[in-house]
C-alpha cells in the first residue's frame, strides 16, 4: 500500500468526516439568512476544546444570528487543509481556524482571504499577517507556571516536559518559563537536569519521559514544569510510583478538571488557568464583527502584533490565571468546575473552596 | 488437540536430520530469535556503557518491563493478523475507546449511575470483563466485515481507527477521568501492583518446573511416534539455560527496591521499625509483566498447537490452498480480529491503570508501534511466517531503544529518526538473510 493511497484515503476520509459534521450542525442556521462562520478544529484531544472552546463559539454565534460549520482535523495539516477547502466550499464568510501547524496552513489561509473569507487563528499562531491572532498570551502562561513552580521550590534540579515538538506553542511556553528560570540557573540555585518533547502532547509518553528522567538522576529532581495538564497527568502517576508525588513540585497550564483536583490534593502546584469559554465567547463575537466589516485590524480590542516570524499582524490577547491552592475559588465561581470534582478525595476543610 | 500432535512432531522433528552440522540445529533454537536476543544483548550493553551503568540497573529493567508491558499483549494478537495477510491499524482507537469505557465505569456509573459507591472490591473486575466483552465485540465486528463480507482489513479498521477514537471523545467529550479505582490500579505495575519477593520466587520456580516438564514430556511423545530425539546434551542445555534465564529475571525485579518514600511510608503504616539506611522491600515482578507473559504463552499455545493457530498459518502462507482443503479460513479470520480486540481491551486496562487516568489521548500512534514490533520480531507482510516469541522480544528492542534514548538523553527528532533506521534495518538485515538461506 503505497504512501500516496494512504494519503488519498485519509483525505476521503477526512472530507467524508468534514461534510458529517457540517450537514449535521449547519441544518437550523439556513432560514434567517445569517453570517456562516467555519471553525477548523486542529484536534479534540485535549479537554478544554470540545468542552469549553467549541460550545463557546457556538452559543456566542448563534446569539448573533449566525451559523457554526465545524471540522476536526486529527493534528493534521494535510487533513485540516482538505477541511478548510470544505468550510470555503460551504459559503463561509469568517473562517476560525485553529491551526495544525503555523505554515503548512498558509496556502489554506490565502485561499480564504482570496475568496474575501476574513481568518482568526484561535489558540494556535499563523504564520500570516492577514489572520487575527486570538490567544491567551501564551509566554504569560509559561512565565506564570514557571513562576508558582519556584516560588514552591527555590532551589534544586528541575525536569522539563515540553509539548509537541511541530508547533510553536511549546517554544511561547518555553520561552515564559526561561524568563523566571535563567536568572535562577545563572545563580546556581536550579539546575534543568531533563527536557524532553511529547510526541502528540500524550500523557502515557509523558509517563515514560518522567519515569526515564527519574531513573537517569535517580530520583533527584525537586521540580517538574510540564507544558500541559494532560502530559502533568503522566508525570504525576510516575512521581506517585517512586512515592514522590507530595515532594516534587510540579506546574503546568489548562485548567483540566484532574489537574485542579490535584492542585486541590497539593500534587500539582499550579494549573495556569487560560479560561477557553472566554477565548471562544471573543472569538465568537469577533467572527459576528467580521461578518458585518472584514477588516481584521477594527475587530474590538485588536491590538498590533509580531508574529514569530516577525510580520505585522494584529492579534487580541486574553489574560491568563494561575490557579493554585491559594485561588480554588475563582474556576468555582466561573462554573468552570463543581466542587464535588475539584474536592474529590481532598481531606476536609484542609484546602480554601473545599468543604 | 488429538490431531494436532502428529503435525507438531512432524514440524520440529524435521531439521534433526542436519543437526550435525551446527549447535543451533541441535538445540531447535530458531536462527532468527537467536540473532534478535543477541541484538538486544548487544543494545542493551551499548546503552549501559552510554549511560554509566545506569541502562542495566535493576530499576532501569524493571521499568523497561512495565513499559514494553502494553505493546507486548498487542503484539501477541498482531503477529497472528498479519501472519494471515491481513492488518490492524484500529488498535490505538480501540484501546483509547475501551479505555474510556473502562474509566467512566469505575469512576461514574457503577458509584455514581448505580449508587454503588467508589473503591468496591468486586470494581475492577467488572470492570475489565465489561472492557474485555467491548473489546471482543469490536474485533468481532471488524472480523465479520473483513472476513464475511469481503472489504479489505486495512480499509475496515483505518476506519475504525476513526470512528473509535471519535466514539472515544464522544464519551467522555474530551474530559481527563481520573483518579481511578484503588484496586483496579494494581494492573498497571508500580511498586504496590507488583507480586513482591516470596510470589515472584514463587512464579519462578513453577516457569521451571514447566519448562523442565515441558522438555521431558516433548521427549516422551517423540520416542511414542518415533520421531528423531534431540540429543540429552542439547534437552540438558535448553532447560539449563531457560532455568538461569527465569532466575534471573525474577532475581533483577526482585533487586529493585521499593523507591525510600513508599518504603518509608509502608513502615509507617505498618509500624515496621526502619533499618539505619532504609527499609528495603523487594518489587519483584510487576502485575502487567505478569499478565503479558501469560497472554504470550497462551497465544503460543494457541498458535503451535491448536488447530485454531495452524489455520491462521496456512491461510497466511497460501490462502486458497487451505480454503480447497477445507479449512474455514472466514471464521478463522474473524476469530483473529476478535482475538486482537480482546488484547487491546487488555493493554487498555494495563495502559490506563498505569497512568491511573483514562485520557483522550490515549493509544495514539500505538498501531505503529505494535506493527513495527511485529515485523521487528521477524513477522513477514507476505503472509504465514510470524511467532509470538519474536513479535514480544520485536517490542522490547522497540522500547529498549526509545527508554535507553531518553535515559541518555537523545533529542527528540533523532530518537524518531534512530526508531525507523532500525525498523528498516531489521526488516532488511531478515531479508537478505532469508534469501540467502533459501
Redesign the interface.
Known amino acids: 500500500m503505497s504512501i500516496r493511497k494512504v494519503a488519498a484515503i485519509l483525505t476521503i476520509a477526512a472530507l467524508t468526516f468534514g461534510a458529517c459534521s457540517s450537514s449535521a450542525t449547519s441544518a437550523p442556521g439556513g432560514a434567517s439568512g445569517g453570517c456562516k462562520v467555519g471553525v477548523a478544529w486542529a484536534t479534540f484531544q485535549e479537554e478544554r476544546y470540545g468542552l469549553r472552546d467549541e460550545p463557546a463559539i457556538r452559543a456566542a454565534l448563534a446569539a448573533g444570528g449566525a451559523t457554526y460549520i465545524g471540522n476536526s482535523a486529527l493534528n493534521k495539516a494535510d487533513i485540516q487543509t482538505a477541511n478548510v477547502e470544505s468550510l470555503i466550499a460551504a459559503g463561509i464568510k469568517v473562517l476560525v481556524l485553529n491551526s495544525t501547524d503555523p505554515k503548512a496552513m498558509l496556502p489554506s489561509v490565502k485561499k480564504a482571504v482570496d475568496a474575501g473569507i476574513a481568518v482568526i487563528a484561535y489558540d494556535r499562531e499563523l504564520e500570516s499577517a492577514k489572520a487575527l491572532f486570538m490567544t491567551h498570551d501564551n509566554v504569560e502562561v509559561g512565565r506564570m507556571i514557571a513562576e508558582a513552580v519556584t516560588k514552591a521550590q527555590p532551589t534544586g534540579n528541575y525536569a522539563i516536559i515540553l509539548g509537541d515538538k511541530t508547533q510553536t506553542n511549546p517554544v511561547f511556553l518555553r520561552t515564559g518559563m526561561a524568563k523566571v528560570l535563567d536568572p535562577l540557573i545563572a545563580s546556581g540555585a536550579i539546575k534543568i537536569v531533563g527536557e524532553q518533547n511529547t510526541p502528540n502532547w500524550a500523557a502515557d509518553a509523558a509517563q515514560t519521559e518522567m519515569e526515564q528522567m527519574l531513573t537517569a538522576a535517580n530520583n533527584d529532581i525537586q521540580a517538574v514544569l510540564s507544558e500541559n495538564d494532560n502530559m502533568a497527568t503522566g508525570a504525576v502517576a510516575a512521581l506517585k510510583a517512586q512515592g514522590l508525588e507530595l515532594k516534587v513540585k510540579i506546574g503546568a497550564q489548562d485548567g483540566d478538571k484532574a489537574a485542579l483536583n490535584r492542585v486541590a490534593l497539593g500534587t500539582q502546584v499550579v494549573s495556569v488557568w487560560k479560561n477557553s469559554a472566554d477565548l471562544g465567547t471573543a472569538a465568537g463575537k469577533a467572527a459576528l464583527e467580521l461578518c458585518k466589516n472584514p477588516d481584521i485590524s477594527k475587530v474590538t480590542g485588536a491590538k498590533a502584533v509580531k508574529t514569530s516570524g516577525g510580520l505585522d499582524g494584529y492579534g487580541v490577547n486574553l489574560n491568563p490565571v494561575p490557579i493554585t491552592q491559594d485561588n480554588l475559588q475563582v474556576v468555582l465561581d466561573a462554573k468552570w468546575i463543581t466542587v464535588a470534582e475539584l474536592c474529590k478525595d481532598v481531606k476536609p476543610a484542609s484546602v480554601k473552596g473545599c468543604p | 488437540m488429538t490431531e494436532a500432535k502428529p503435525l507438531q512432531a512432524n514440524v520440529t522433528g524435521g531439521p534433526t536430520k542436519r543437526s550435525a552440522r551446527s549447535v543451533f540445529a541441535g538445540l531447535e533454537i530458531d536462527g532468527r530469535l537467536f540473532g534478535m536476543i543477541a541484538a538486544l544483548a548487544i543494545l542493551w550493553v551499548a546503552f549501559n556503557f552510554l549511560?554509566d551503568g545506569?541502562f542495566l540497573?535493576p530499576?532501569?529493567l524493571w521499568?523497561l518491563s512495565v513499559?514494553s508491558a502494553a505493546v507486548a499483549i498487542m503484539t501477541c494478537g498482531m503477529v497472528l493478523i498479519i501472519v494471515s495477510r491481513n492488518i490492524d491499524l484500529s488498535i490505538g482507537s480501540i484501546l483509547v475507546f475501551v479505555a474510556l469505557i473502562m474509566g467512566l465505569m469505575q469512576t461514574e456509573w457503577i458509584p455514581n449511575t448505580l449508587g454503588l459507591g467508589l473503591n468496591q472490591p468486586y470494581t475492577w473486575i467488572v470492570v475489565v470483563v465489561v472492557g474485555i466483552a467491548v473489546g471482543a465485540l469490536i474485533g468481532a465486528l471488524h472480523g465479520f466485515l473483513i472476513a464475511y463480507i469481503g472489504i479489505p482489513s486495512?480499509?475496515v479498521t483505518?476506519?475504525g481507527l476513526?470512528i473509535w477514537r471519535g466514539a472515544a471523545?464522544l464519551l467522555a467529550?474530551?474530559?481527563?477521568?481520573?483518579?481511578l479505582d484503588t484496586t483496579f490500579q494494581l494492573l498497571g505495575?508500580?511498586?504496590s501492583g507488583s507480586l513482591g519477593e516470596t510470589l515472584s520466587w514463587l512464579i519462578a520456580g513453577l516457569a521451571i518446573v514447566g519448562l523442565i516438564y515441558s522438555l521431558l514430556a516433548s521427549r516422551r511423545r517423540r520416542r511414542r511416534y518415533g520421531f528423531p530425539l534431540r540429543a540429552v546434551w542439547a534437552d540438558v542445555a535448553l532447560g539449563t539455560i531457560g532455568s538461569v534465564a527465569v532466575a534471573g529475571a525474577v532475581w533483577v525485579a526482585n533487586s529493585y527496591p521499593w523507591?525510600?518514600?513508599?518504603?518509608?511510608?509502608y513502615a509507617l503504616e505498618h509500624n515496621i521499625p526502619v533499618p539505619p539506611g532504609g527499609l528495603q522491600i523487594p518489587t519483584g515482578i510487576a502485575i502487567p509483566v505478569l499478565i503479558a507473559i501469560g497472554i504470550a504463552l497462551g497465544m503460543t499455545f494457541l498458535a503451535n498447537r491448536r488447530r485454531f493457530g495452524r489455520y491462521v498459518y496456512s491461510i497466511g502462507g497460501n490462502p486458497d490452498a487451505a480454503e480447497l482443503a477445507g479449512i474455514n479460513t472466514r471464521w478463522t479470520i474473524m476469530k483473529t480480529f476478535i482475538a486482537m480486540g480482546v488484547l487491546a481491551a487488555v493493554a487498555a486496562a494495563v495502559?490506563a491503570a498505569?497512568?491511573?487516568?483514562a485520557?483522550?489521548?490515549?493509544?495514539?500512534?500505538v498501531e505503529l508501534q505494535v506493527i513495527a514490533a511485529a515485523v521487528i520480531g521477524g513477522t513477514s507482510f507476505s503472509g504465514g511466517i510470524g511467532t509470538i516469541a519474536g513479535g514480544v522480544l520485536g517490542a522490547v528492542v522497540m522500547q529498549s531503544l526509545?527508554?535507553g534514548m531518553?535515559?541518555?538523553?537523545v533529542d527528540?527528532?533523532l530518537q524518531d529518526i534512530v526508531l525507523g533506521l532500525v525498523l528498516v534495518a531489521a526488516v532488511g538485515l531478515d531479508t537478505v538473510l532469508r534469501r540467502r538461506r533459501a
Open positions: 549511560s545506569l540497573s530499576r532501569n521499568n513499559q486495512f480499509i483505518l476506519g476513526l471523545f467529550r474530551g474530559r481527563t477521568i481520573a483518579p505495575g508500580g511498586p523507591p525510600p518514600a513508599l518504603a518509608a511510608a495502559t498505569r497512568l491511573n487516568a485520557t483522550n489521548g490515549l493509544g495514539s500512534g526509545s527508554s531518553v535515559l541518555i538523553g527528540t527528532a
